[in-house]
T-cell receptor
Framework: GENVEQHPSTLSVQEGDSAVIKCTYSDSASNYFPWYKQELGKRPQLIID?????GEKKDQRIAVTLNKTAKHFSLHITETQPEDSAVYFCAAVYSGGGADGLTFGKGTHLIIQP | DARVTQTPRHKVTEMGQEVTMRCQPILGHNTVFWYRQTMMQGLELLAYFRNRAPLDDSGMPKDRFSAEMPDATLATLKIQPSEPRDSAVYFC??????????????FGPGTRLLVL
């Protein structure tokens, strides 16, 4: 089955700086890679996703890159703000076009220092 | 704003008791997932259903856990008998399969279970 490794487990950055979280996956068949943000005591919420036919995707201050050859993908957050503080999870799955069971990384606790 | 709902939100029970968690997926979604979140293991897929049929329950301990979808608007996860190691947050999520790519899963608020 799929295995997803996520690094770092904790990341502390100054407000306004950039943050990068990296994930690797094991199953070359995986073709869908979402990122979820989870605030303390809340549900995970999708912030961005990417499919394997795309190398990069951007949504305002958030971007995701995918390297299929190396089997790794990364989340980039620019101009970090206090509200970006949360735990971020990457995930991977082979999807036939619909929702399928995700394999998650262990999460990264992002701390934005004022 | 359609959302996945779960009940109960919190449950404290004693070891050996039966626990039933319920989930109402977003109307029109035909795929329902159960995930468990713990500090040690993170988010793990337990089981999921498509059009009410179980697709994969390989992540679920079969001897004490069972998952069902009595109808399209209700999914249940049952633990009998419960053990302290079952203490976790149990999330339900729903998604769709259609003619266009629709991989997004929407999570419910979770049931926080504590087994004493």
């Amino acid at each position: 089955g799929e295995n997803v490794e996520q690094h770092p487990s904790t990341l502390s950055v100054q407000e306004g700086d950039s943050a990068v979280i990296k994930c690797t996956y094991s199953d070359s068949a995986s073709n869908y890679f979402p990122w979820y943000k989870q605030e303390l005591g809340k549900r995970p919420q999708l912030i961005i996703d990417i499919r394997s036919n795309v190398g990069e995707k951007k949504d305002q201050r958030i971007a995701v890159t995918l390297n299929k050859t190396a089997k790794h993908f990364s989340l980039h957050i620019t101009e970090t703000q206090p509200e970006d503080s949360a735990v971020y999870f990457c995930a991977a799955v082979y999807s036939g076009g619909g929702a399928d069971g995700l394999t998650f990384g262990k999460g990264t606790h992002l701390i934005i220092q004022p | 704003d359609a959302r996945v709902t779960q009940t109960p939100r919190h449950k404290v029970t004693e070891m050996g008791q039966e626990v039933t968690m319920r989930c109402q997926p977003i109307l029109g979604h035909n795929t329902v997932f159960w995930y468990r979140q713990t500090m040690m293991q993170g988010l793990e897929l337990l089981a999921y259903f498509r059009n009410r049929a179980p697709l994969d329950d390989s992540g679920m301990p079969k001897d004490r856990f069972s998952a069902e979808m009595p109808d399209a608007t209700l999914a249940t996860l049952k633990i009998q008998p419960s053990e302290p190691r079952d203490s976790a947050v149990y999330f339900c999520a729903s998604g769709a399969v259609g003619v266009t790519f629709q991989e997004t899963q929407y999570f419910g608020p979770g049931t926080r279970l504590l087994v004493l």
